[in-house]
Structures are given as C-alpha cells and as structure tokens.
C-alpha cells in the first residue's frame, strides 16, 4: 500500500511501497502538487520498498514542482532508496 499523507502545511510523508505496482493507484503528480506553495517537506522515511518507478516518481515529482515555483525538500531517506541514489548517481537530486 502506498499513502500520501499530509502531515502539517507544506509537509506531506510518502508511507509504504514506492513501486510500480502501488504508483498506479497515487493520483497524478501535478494534482498531488496543486495545493502547496513555495516549499514543500517531503519525509521518505516511511518508504518501505522502493524499485526504478519510484525514482522515476520522485525525479517527476521534483519536476513538476520546478515547473509551479516550488522548492521540494526530501529528507528521510530509507536504506534502499539510498542504494538506489548511489547505483543511478542521484545523489545530488536528492
């Protein structure tokens, strides 16, 4: 199961499984985005499993909020995400 949840304004958690399989039931990136200004707290250390389409997720996410005018802060981030930053050399995106 995969939830976007609002924790306080401009402050959301991504909880459970940040893959291919749960990314098809989470709305839309620029819906997700639509109600947040200036800078936006992302904690991803809810992430239970993370694969390819979830750094695809997050790549797009942090896209559409430059698109908007907003800055997306991550922080949190699980031991296999970060095995995924290294292997893919994202580590400066997030």
């Known amino acids: 199961m995969l939830e976007w949840l609002e924790l306080e304004s401009n402050q959301v958690a991504i909880k459970g499984q940040l893959d291919q ?3 098809g039931k989470l709305m839309p990136v620029a819906p997700l985005l639509s109600n947040y200004h200036e800078l936006l707290t992302v904690d991803l250390s ?6 390819s389409a979830g750094i695809a997720f ?4 942090k896209q559409q ?3 908007i005018g907003l800055k997306i802060d991550f922080h949190g981030s699980p031991s296999a995400l970060n095995k995924l930053k290294s292997l893919y050399n994202l580590e400066q995106l997030f």
Not at 46 to 51: E, H, Q
């Open 65 to 67: 909020a430059q698109k």
């Open 58 to 61: 997050l790549l797009e996410l």
């Open 46 to 51: 809810a992430i239970d499993k993370i694969d």
């Open 21 to 23: 399989w749960q990314l």
